[in-house]
């Protein structure tokens, strides 16, 4: 096997996704864009997508990844919108969407019209939730574009493999599609909450770092087979394991903790870049097989293809908002301040990905008589163009629509002064809690040590309210953000002479190992702070 394509595939794409950092365009769009214009340069390889490789071992990561950094009690908060995206609209686009091919492409049958909306029903929120990150959108609208992506693959699978059941002559109906769909998802979850727990338990006790870490990148994958090996959803199964284990992430041992958030964050990196310029690379395979049709007649299907997606998007969140709000004043009274913005940003930030593609990939080839899948190959391209289409024209205009609405959002003040009165309250208790072990006999203390943790906690306590303080005219630096630097510049100043001494054979290098990871520990501290408060 020649790894060098894949290799190339992976260094590539990592490096144009760096480069979109120093760009306004978001990293998706770029990497599309590269794998496009690639995918023509003499040279380049083939890189076809193949299903198999994508839902098992692509897909559980980047799950995983997602659940990870969510909220389940903002989730939870939000259980409604976030089930009429990811389960009702993708149901609906489903359907919607198969209604209006099957009258757009004459001679497309029903069954493979809705297999082709079943493929381009499940928005891909990646490059939404970064766009809404990266421009301060309301955490509500974040976590339900949050949530509908964690869970709206579950329900197109599902949808798909019903409707191609259907298509090749199966004769499945109805009933028959939402008892799959009802088995589905009772079975993910099911299998989800019986591994969380154990999972859980493992990763508490184990203290080795090499198993920590080798468990952490079993864990999506083990819960996506454990669901698929008995019919269920392997999405849902990740999902529920995933947000069991991110809101219980504080019981784990801090050193685990900071290794498995630098493991996933590179590893989610890769993936993501990857799986963007994958997209890309598509279009050859996807236009070989277009030919039948006429490139002018194929066209004017993928416009309309695309139309129906992005309004039926809005035909389902308008509704969805704003029903249960005149139905319930319950919700009113809970959810004042819904404005026309909200659903308006949510209905465009309906971007398509590589699920979809992966899914319309794997349409059989034949039927169960032995004859050709219906349109395949017009399925096929039409995904592609709709993937493209609404990653390119939303995802280009979803930012400048953002600022135009000029949501309301939380002020960098508001959060800093929340996140100091918790640290105060949290530092008074610690304080509390110091003075009562040191009182005790069996935790006697030289005075300068017992000092030294007093001074820990209070320069704890001071740093996030000294992000409210004034700015030195002189350096444009808040005293917290003096601190910060200078802490560097100290650790740097023992670095160099751990280094020095090494390399003069006073120390060895086990031993400079040990030194530097203390540093390290104490820098990667510093430099979380300074994520926190936006410094310098």
């Not at 098992?56 to 990870?68: K, Q, Y």
Request: charged residues 20%.
């Amino acid at each position: 096997m020649d790894v060098m394509p894949l290799l190339m595939l992976v260094a590539v794409s990592a490096a144009v996704a760096g480069a979109a950092r120093r760009t306004p365009v978001p990293a998706p769009l770029l990497l599309v864009a590269a794998g496009l214009l690639a995918s023509y340069v003499p040279g380049v390889p083939s890189y076809a997508l193949d299903p198999s490789i994508v839902l098992p071992l692509l897909l559980p990561p980047l799950l995983h990844t997602a659940a990870l950094d969510s909220s389940y009690l903002d989730l939870r908060a939000n259980w409604r919108p976030v089930a009429l995206l990811s389960v009702g609209y993708v149901l609906f686009a489903t359907l919607a969407v198969g209604y209006v091919a099957s009258h757009a492409v004459p001679g497309l049958p029903p069954t493979a019209a809705l297999v082709l909306g079943a493929v381009v029903a499940p928005p891909d929120a990646v490059a939404a939730t970064a766009i809404a990150r990266r421009l301060g959108l309301p955490s509500r609208i974040t976590t339900i574009l949050q949530g509908e992506s964690l869970v709206n693959d579950a329900t197109a699978i599902t949808a798909y493999r019903v409707a191609v059941a259907a298509a090749v002559g199966e004769g499945v109906g109805w009933a028959d599609g939402v008892r799959e769909f009802m088995i589905a998802s009772a079975g993910g979850i099911g299998v989800g909450l019986i591994l969380m727990v154990p999972i859980h338990w493992l990763r508490k006790h184990l203290r080795e770092p090499l198993l920590q870490n080798t468990l952490s990148l079993l864990i999506p994958f083990a819960a996506y087979a454990a669901a698929e090996v008995v019919k269920a959803s392997g999405v849902l199964a990740v999902v529920v394991v995933a947000l069991y284990l991110g809101h219980r992430s504080w019981q784990v041992d801090f050193a685990t903790r900071l290794q498995e958030a630098a493991v996933w964050r590179m590893v989610a990196f890769v993936l993501e870049s990857t799986v963007f310029a994958l997209i890309g690379l598509q279009l050859p395979v996807v236009l070989k097989g277009v030919g039948a049709y006429g490139m002018g007649t194929a066209a004017g299907y993928a416009v309309v293809v695309f139309v129906a997606v992005v309004a039926v998007r809005y035909l389902w969140v308008f509704p969805a908002t704003y029903l249960p709000r005149l139905l319930s004043p319950r919700i009113r009274e809970r959810e004042p301040d819904t404005t026309w913005k909200a659903p308006v940003v949510v209905g465009w930030a309906g971007m398509r990905g590589v699920v979809s593609l992966a899914i319309a990939f794997s349409i059989p080839q034949t039927t169960h008589d032995g004859s050709p899948f219906p349109a395949r190959n017009l399925i096929l391209f039409l995904t592609f163009t709709t993937v493209i289409g609404t990653l390119v024209v939303q995802g280009l205009t979803l930012p400048p629509l953002i600022r135009r609405l000029r949501l309301p959002r939380r002020e960098p003040g508001e959060v800093t002064l929340a996140e100091a009165q918790a640290q105060s309250e949290a530092s008074s208790a610690a304080e509390a809690r110091l003075e009562e072990l040191l009182a005790d006999e069996h935790n006697t203390l030289p005075e300068p040590l017992a000092d030294r943790l007093r001074s820990v906690l209070e320069r704890r306590r001071n740093a996030v309210w000294e992000r409210l303080g004034a700015v030195d005219e002189r350096t444009g630096e808040s005293v917290d953000d003096t601190y910060r630097r200078l802490s560097r510049e100290v650790i740097g100043a023992e670095r160099a002479v751990f280094v020095a001494l090494r390399d003069a054979r006073r120390i060895d290098d086990e031993m400079l190992r040990t030194l530097l990871r203390r540093l390290d520990l104490e820098e990667a501290a510093a430099y979380r702070e300074e994520g926190a408060g936006g410094g310098g």
